[in-house]
């Protein structure tokens, strides 16, 4: 559990896989990002997925440095959030939902959006459990446009 206010982050680092020319290389490793943190009562884990591209060049002692690291944020595959304690004056023991995130092409784009496509809600409320999941599909592109006079 993540103390009120601040953020718990935990990294996994895959195997680089290294392109050497010469006195150059270029490392591509994968990278998955955890971070837990609390707002309020609830509590929220976000994954999100990276790839750090490291271009490296080898001195005259035959060492290894990185001249640059880039690293590119692909995409969140869920988001979870719970309540941290039960809200006992209004019948509240748990809430937890869960967001699951996909690829998606929507008619007319050219880049897949990452974008929700099932979302769980669980309440334990009064003695009763509450499941609810809400999947969805389909996204259409559209435009909308306002105009604010005085």
């Not at 559990?1 to 953020?7: D, I, L, N, T, V």
């Not at 680092?13 to 050497?20: A, K, L, M, T």
């Not at 002692?61 to 969140?76: E, T």
């Not at 784009?109 to 409320?125: G, K």
Request: glycine share 6%.
């Amino acid at each position: 559990m993540a103390a009120a206010g601040k953020a718990l982050t935990k990294h996994w680092i895959g195997v680089p896989r290294i392109s050497v020319c010469g006195e150059k290389a270029l490392a591509e490793t994968d990278v998955v990002i955890m971070n837990r943190s609390s707002v309020g009562p609830v509590e929220i884990d976000v994954t999100s997925f990276a790839r750090f591209f490291d271009r490296l060049q080898c001195d005259t002692s035959r060492d290894w440095k990185i001249l640059s690291r880039v690293a590119i944020y692909v995409h969140i595959l869920k988001l979870e959030t719970w309540l941290l304690a039960p809200r006992s004056g209004v019948g509240l023991e748990s809430e937890n939902t869960t967001l699951n995130y996909s690829p998606t092409l929507p008619a007319g784009m050219m880049n897949v959006l990452w974008l929700p496509h099932e979302v769980t809600v669980q309440v334990h409320y009064h003695d009763v459990f509450i499941r609810n999941t809400h999947r969805y599909s389909g996204f259409k592109l559209f435009q909308s446009h306002a105009v604010i006079e005085p």
